[in-house]
């Protein structure tokens, strides 16, 4: 069902097409002028709109921006009795969908409904399917407390507009794909594909057909031709993860078509070409793979335009609490639940764990705790054991040393404060003390 909107002077027109519409159960709304259908389409939302070209002094090839621009979604089909090929040019210039003249029968009128519900139909689809592979991962923000953090989105931003070379370096896992992707989301290349490649992943052959394609027969399981990666993002991003393990072999095809835009398939002699913007990212010092002859100088120099570079997790306290919280909301929905957030005791840990494996692992802890939390508050035990070691809690006259009571009484006032200096307040200790304590005891 569809919901239709009728704009034409003629009452009988309007009524012939109300009847015919309604009786194939869309919802019509019919109008005899231009500023009455610009209301209706500021106030309602259409799939459809019927414009017939001349209303009364009125042009309704004028109408079609203001109304697309309303419901950019909407399909045009302009009516008129005054049919020519230049007037049908026109429409279509101006956004329009479809041409019928006058006079039209219901048969012609619903041809045109059904291929508009068609296609309104088929847009929802991909929209809906879109929604669902984007609420496969967490949104992450890209908002921070970190002045690290905050100068490397800062500067992503500036860069995205570029055409740049971009190399992202960082610990592994702490975001480099998903800023990789917001550069190309912020660009002017944004509606344009955006290609990944993992190079540790491949070998030196089949890193250089996955990078740059190849044809059929190039070598043995080369059965039909594949045009690469370089290829099918066409206009838009390409992004090498992990750029260090690129081996030797190709750094100097690569190089090539970084300066010249330029290279070949695999068993194809034929050079090609490619609008294609190269950002990279690593984990590894490409300053000492370029010493150890690892990784040529001239690419480094070449990759190496724009670095940005982000802080390890564990740099940021303040981020972990935020990000835990926004996946958390995202986990319970995905699990069903509604988990309000997480305990003090459990924030604490969150807070004051090393993150080696940085946002990945968070990510990872953050989903466990959702699937495994039978409440309506995430608490220290469902942490791993590696992020908050569960201790038994002891009690006085427990057969414990004092070292093991001191221990836990500090974990346990330090979890339950604001800050340290209300822990050390509570503990009738300076804060240096307690920050040898903390050391001593890993908290």
């Avoid at 097409?17 to 309602?44: F, I, K, P, W, Y």
């Avoid at 399917?129 to 609420?135: A, N």
């Avoid at 100097?252 to 695999?266: G, M, N, T």
């Avoid at 690419?299 to 997790?313: A, E, F, K, M, W």
Wanted: charged share 25%; glycine share 6%; aromatic share 6%.
């Amino acid at each position: 069902m569809l919901n239709i909107l009728i704009i034409d002077d003629e009452a009988n027109i309007r009524k012939m097409l109300t009847v015919c519409l309604e009786s194939r159960g869309h919802r019509v709304t019919a109008v005899s002028n231009g500023r009455d259908a610009r209301a209706e389409a500021d106030r309602q939302v259409f799939d459809l709109a019927f414009v017939d070209l001349r209303l009364g002094t009125e042009n309704g090839l004028d109408l079609i921006p203001p109304i697309l621009g309303a419901c950019p979604w909407i399909k045009i089909v302009v009516i008129t009795a005054f049919a020519s090929i230049d007037t049908a040019v026109e429409a279509m210039r101006r956004g329009a969908t479809d041409y019928i003249p006058k006079p039209f029968t219901p048969e012609q009128v619903q041809i045109v409904t059904d291929r508009v519900a068609t296609v309104r139909s088929m847009e929802q689809r991909i929209a809906t399917l879109k929604e669902d592979l984007e609420r496969l991962h967490p949104d992450v923000s890209f908002s921070s407390r970190h002045p690290g953090m905050q100068r490397a989105v800062e500067l992503a931003r500036q860069v995205a507009t570029s055409e740049a070379v971009v190399l992202l370096r960082g610990p592994s896992g702490t975001g480099k794909t998903v800023l990789a992707h917001a550069i190309h989301g912020w660009s002017r290349r944004a509606d344009k594909p955006f290609g990944t490649i993992s190079c540790p992943t491949l070998s030196p052959d089949l890193l250089e057909s996955e990078l740059f394609g190849h044809v059929k027969g190039a070598f043995t399981g080369a059965l039909r031709d594949n045009p690469g990666r370089v290829a099918s993002c066409e206009g838009g991003t390409l992004f090498l993860d992990e750029i260090g393990d690129l081996p030797l072999t190709l750094q100097p095809k690569l190089l090539r078509f970084i300066q010249d835009r330029e290279y070949e398939s695999v068993g194809d002699q034929r050079t090609k070409r490619a609008d294609v913007r190269i950002v990279t990212a690593t984990n590894t010092d490409l300053d000492k793979a370029v010493q150890d002859g690892r990784f040529r100088e001239d690419l480094y120099y070449r990759l190496n335009v724009i670095q940005i570079d982000l802080p390890p997790l564990a740099d940021r306290p303040d981020d972990v609490e935020a990000l835990a919280k926004n996946m958390l909301e995202f986990f319970s929905a995905q699990n069903h639940k509604i988990l309000k957030g997480y305990s003090d005791t459990a924030i604490t840990a969150l807070r004051q764990y090393s993150w080696p494996g940085n946002i990945r692992e968070l990510r990872n802890v953050v989903e466990r705790a959702a699937i495994l939390c039978n409440t309506d508050t995430v608490q220290v035990e469902h942490l791993p054991v590696s992020v908050a070691p569960h201790t038994p809690p002891v009690q006085l006259g427990d057969h414990v040393s004092l070292k093991t009571m001191e221990e836990q009484h500090i974990r346990r006032v330090v979890a339950t404060t604001k800050t340290l200096q209300d822990a050390a307040d509570i503990l009738g200790i300076d804060q240096a003390t307690l920050w040898h304590k903390r050391k001593q005891y890993g908290i």
